[in-house]
């Protein structure tokens, strides 16, 4: 079964909380979720593996681990899933960048997918699937399941906040994917939006409306 991860780290949580504030504007939100899907990359890397190498130092050899070289693949929904790419590129900077355009019928609330290009070896890659905003889990399951239909086996899935709902939805559709999350919020109002949430994630990053 898979898990989810919140991440309680003080620095995530202090600058959650200033995305969430209404008055924060596009150029400061854009770069508050840069900064905090690094750190959330940080976080999210804790069990890569690791091969031990000998260095010279300057006064000995030095028996020292570098990764071991998994590959990585980061897959953002479109579009606000662009806003967390360039956080984590910073500290995984060899990772390949699959997109996949997806938006939410503002009718049905089913998403709708029109976008896809991943790439070549994503079955040999570790992904994680990357969108700020988890509400009614639709967007993430269909993503997820696209996903596996091209191959991929091993999948994460980050957001920056999480419904109850979006959680249950991707669990139950995907029982072997770990989330994590900056913020578990309480519920979905009548149009799915998260509550207290922070808003439309696109609009707020784009400066659209
Ligand atoms: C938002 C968000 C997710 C989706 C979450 O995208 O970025 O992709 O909604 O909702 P769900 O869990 O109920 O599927 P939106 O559809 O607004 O598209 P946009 O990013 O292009 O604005
Ligand atoms: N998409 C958003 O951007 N915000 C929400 O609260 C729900 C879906």
Do not use: W
């Not at 924060?24 to 069990?47: H, N, P, Q, S, W």
């Not at 662009?82 to 997109?99: F, N, Q, R, S, Y």
């Not at 890659?125 to 596996?148: F, H, N, Q, W, Y």
């Not at 519920?187 to 707020?204: F, H, M, Q, T, W």
Request: aromatic share 4%; charged share 30%; proline share 5%.
């Amino acid at each position: 079964m898979g898990n989810l991860y919140v991440f309680d780290h003080p620095l995530i949580q202090h600058k959650l909380t200033h995305i969430r504030d209404k008055r924060t504007g596009t150029k400061e939100f854009r770069e508050l979720v840069d900064e905090v899907a690094a750190l959330m990359a940080y976080e999210i890397t804790r069990d890569m593996p690791l091969r031990e190498v000998e260095v010279e130092t300057p006064v000995a050899t030095a028996k020292c681990k570098v990764l071991a070289g998994k590959k990585i693949g980061l897959v953002p929904i479109l579009r606000a899933g662009l806003g967390m790419v360039d956080g984590i590129l910073k500290l995984i900077p060899t990772a390949k960048v699959g997109h996949l355009g997806m938006y939410r019928d503002p009718e049905t609330l089913e998403p709708v997918m029109y976008y896809s290009k991943m790439p070549s070896d994503i079955g040999e890659r570790d992904l994680i699937v990357i969108d700020p905003m988890l509400a009614t889990g639709g967007s993430a399951a269909a993503a997820i399941t696209e996903l596996k239909k091209m191959g991929a086996r091993n999948i994460k899935l980050m957001c920056l906040i999480a419904a109850p709902e979006g959680v249950k939805r991707v669990h139950a559709e995907h029982d072997d994917i770990d989330i994590y999350a900056a913020a578990v919020d309480e519920r979905l109002n009548e149009k799915s939006y998260i509550v207290p949430g922070l808003g439309d994630a696109g609009d707020r990053l784009f400066g659209t409306k």
